[in-house]
């Protein structure tokens, strides 16, 4: 391991001599600095009580919180003698040359060692490693499915496009007698080499652009908490340039480009040679009454019959752009109702959305900063406009012991009423029932935390904390009720007695150490915790939201958002380049149409006005079908769910987020995109009509 490499202060271990590595959250939360003394109680491996004093030799920081803020570690040979297990050991860890063959390695080593020891690989050892692992990777697996059907949809518009531009060459071709075998082969072979082309220049571009990033690095050091809940992430990520997964890419893209064509070139070939020749149809011609002045209405009218006049054509034009706002609004709905459910989520399994606290109680939970005149302060509380509940609570650090093993706890007393209209707790009980009023003898713990205690329902567990009045609370509590969530570091570290039992341990009386709020709306919190403020007055209490009682998941999700926001805008980019390549092939399909208008003396600056408003029109069409499209399929799936579970089998899944994922969609998130999207298209339009304003009649009219 690399442990001694992250040591931020003091020195590394050195072997035999008593000391003690912690992490940095650790060393905060005892209020210690290298060189003081830490006292350690356990259970030695005879069964005794075993307790020694170490002194802090380092403190590290691995930027991992399960590391830095529950790891301690020390010198073999010093536990060895703290735990009276002179030879001992309970595991030995391995480092494989190539981490892909974990699991011929493991098959081998469990072969060789037989039944009596276990193999376990670091998914298992590691599993929020693991499933953030995971997580990303199906992401990125969806979004690259929306990219490919927009890849499908931006090769197959241009190149369709381009067969109804060459209709009159076609049908030259199959009139001095080309086979239609022939034609077909000659747009495929087309489509193929500038599908070529298109991967040499995309390539070219990715490959430079991703090599410099993993030489300069993407540097997110404004994302620091953020990163803590994606362990061993850096705040300066190295992209890797995989040639292996470029080939992929790489070849799924000409595959299914070259698919694409297949439609276009059968178009081609089923032209009639007599039809294609003559070209555009009479219903080309448009009207000359006169109009007097108003000019700008006339265009107007003009865009709107050209592109009613030739339906295939506009219909066409419209479906690459609204295919790519299908995918652009479903991206958006997907990411959108990930970071919903992951917050809503993650604040009903615990905190709620405003925590009322004594000031300084988070900083060691410490049992005297409870809240004196709590019952007063909770009707205030659930008084004000936009609570929808309150929950009084009490929170205390606290070690849960059996006869053979003991671990170290967050214990929560709750109003098992109350506690229901806040968070979802007592939803997740798998096993036994949730806590109820007057159950003060029974406590819900985690799954993994009964797997680490070695204890079933209905078996006791001993609780001991410091209490108020500065004596070692201790009370034994039966196992009433097993609860699993998506996060086993929650499962395996918290439990939950009532409240009265809670205060009774603490030797709290009717105090309470925080009241828990849930509001109408998570968007208004930071109104409803001025208003709270404002109504409880001048009181020593604290009001926390919940963007600070869980600081990683805002920061998790603001650099989601961020990458989300660059995902959104390459789609976005993929988009734009779509349109002006259809409304260019649009315009070139057209050449002979212009230099007819243009020799009859429409003025370039009209026809320039014309293709604008033109593309003004088919992307207000194309904007209507594509978000009409995309939301209903995004509202469709918001209902029934995108289940992804299957990819996760094995794996843990990620907090606050289950296996299925409810796209949602926002007015504030989808209308900016729609109208930068409307303004791009627009400005992008600009070039084909100025090429368009600029040809020359007589070589338009000309044009084959």
Do not use: C
């Not at 590394?12 to 350690?40: D, K, S, W, Y």
């Not at 020390?74 to 002179?86: G, T």
């Not at 007819?596 to 069409?621: C, D, F, H, K, Q």
């Not at 084909?688 to 040809?695: G, S, T």
Request: charged fraction near 15%; avoid cysteine; glycine fraction near 10%.
């Amino acid at each position: 391991t690399m442990l001694s490499d992250a040591i931020v202060a003091g020195q590394p271990l050195t072997t035999g001599a008593p000391g003690v590595l912690i992490g940095e959250m650790l060393a905060e939360a005892l209020a210690v600095r290298p060189g003081q003394n830490i006292v350690f109680v356990g259970q030695g491996y005879d069964g005794s009580i075993s307790s020694g004093k170490y002194p802090v030799r380092g403190i590290f920081r691995s930027k991992i919180d399960d590391l830095d803020g529950y790891v301690a570690v020390m010198p073999l040979p010093v536990v060895r003698e703290f735990l009276s297990a002179p030879g001992g050991a309970t595991a030995i860890a391995l480092r494989l040359r190539e981490r892909s063959r974990l699991e011929p390695v493991s098959a081998g080593l469990a072969e060789r060692l037989g039944d009596r020891y276990e193999v376990v690989g670091w998914p298992r050892l590691l599993p929020m490693v693991a499933v953030s692992s995971r997580f990303h990777e199906v992401t990125t697996y969806v979004v690259l499915l929306v990219f490919f059907v927009v890849v499908v949809f931006a090769v197959a518009n241009p190149v369709l496009m381009s067969v109804m531009e060459r209709t009159r060459e076609f049908g030259i071709m199959l009139a001095v007698g080309m086979s239609r075998t022939r034609v077909l082969r000659l747009v495929l072979y087309e489509s193929i080499l500038l599908g070529i082309v298109g991967l040499i220049v995309g390539n070219a571009v990715g490959w430079t652009v991703t090599a410099y990033f993993a030489r300069a690095g993407i540097h997110l050091h404004g994302f620091e908490a953020g990163l803590r809940t994606m362990p061993g992430l850096s705040d300066v990520v190295y992209p890797v340039v995989s040639a292996e997964r470029g080939v992929v890419l790489s070849v799924a893209v000409f595959v299914i480009a070259g698919l694409a064509a297949l439609y276009p070139a059968a178009k081609a070939v089923q032209l009639r040679p007599i039809e294609a020749i003559r070209g555009l149809p009479a219903a080309m011609r448009v009207s000359s009454r006169n109009t007097g002045d108003s000019r700008l209405p006339v265009f107007v009218l003009l865009a709107l019959r050209n592109l009613l006049r030739n339906p295939r054509r506009t219909a066409l034009m419209a479906a690459g752009a609204a295919f790519g706002i299908v995918g652009f609004v479903f991206i958006l709905g997907f990411f959108d109702g990930f970071f919903d459910q992951t917050i809503e989520n993650s604040t009903r399994y615990l905190t709620g959305h405003i925590q009322v606290e004594r000031k300084g109680f988070r900083k060691d939970y410490a049992p005297e900063l409870a809240i004196d005149d709590a019952v007063s302060l909770l009707q205030a509380v659930r008084g004000t406009p936009g609570v929808i509940a309150a929950a009084p609570r009490t929170q205390v650090q606290a070690l849960a012991s059996t006869a053979s093993k003991s671990e170290g706890i967050m214990l929560i007393g709750i109003d098992p009423v109350a506690e229901a209209k806040v968070t979802f707790i007592s939803r997740t009980v798998v096993q036994g029932r949730a806590l109820i009023p007057g159950a003060d003898r029974e406590v819900m713990i985690g799954r993994r935390l009964a797997d680490k205690l070695g204890v079933r329902l209905g078996e006791k567990i001993v609780v001991m904390a410091q209490a108020a009045n500065g004596e070692l609370g201790t009370a034994a509590y039966g196992v009433g009720g097993i609860f699993s969530t998506e996060s086993a570091s929650f499962d395996g570290a918290f439990a939950f007695v009532t409240l009265p039992a809670a205060q009774s341990l603490l030797a709290l009386g009717s105090r309470v150490s925080t009241i828990n709020v849930r509001l109408e709306d998570r968007a208004h919190v930071s109104a409803a915790v001025a208003l709270l403020r404002a109504r409880i007055g001048g009181t020593d209490v604290t009001l926390i939201p919940w963007q600070e009682l869980l600081p990683q998941l805002e920061d998790m999700v603001r650099l989601l958002r961020v990458v989300s926001s660059i995902i959104l805008a390459v789609l976005l980019l993929v988009i734009t380049t779509s349109v002006i390549n259809t409304v260019f092939m649009a315009v070139t399909e057209r050449t002979r149409e212009f230099g007819v208008m243009l020799a009859l003396g429409t003025s370039p600056a009209a026809l320039r006005r014309m293709v604008v408003y033109e593309s003004i029109a088919l992307l207000l069409i194309a904007s209507a079908v594509g978000y009409g499209a995309g939301i209903a399929l995004v509202l469709y799936l918001g209902h029934a769910g995108m289940d992804l579970s299957s990819f996760f089998a094995g794996y843990s899944a990620i907090p606050g987020l289950t296996g299925i994922v409810y796209p949602r969609i926002f007015g504030a998130t989808v209308v900016p995109p729609g109208i930068a999207l409307l303004i791009a298209g627009v400005l992008v339009s600009l070039y084909p009509a100025a090429k368009a304003a600029r040809l020359d009649p007589v070589q338009a009219i000309r044009h084959v």
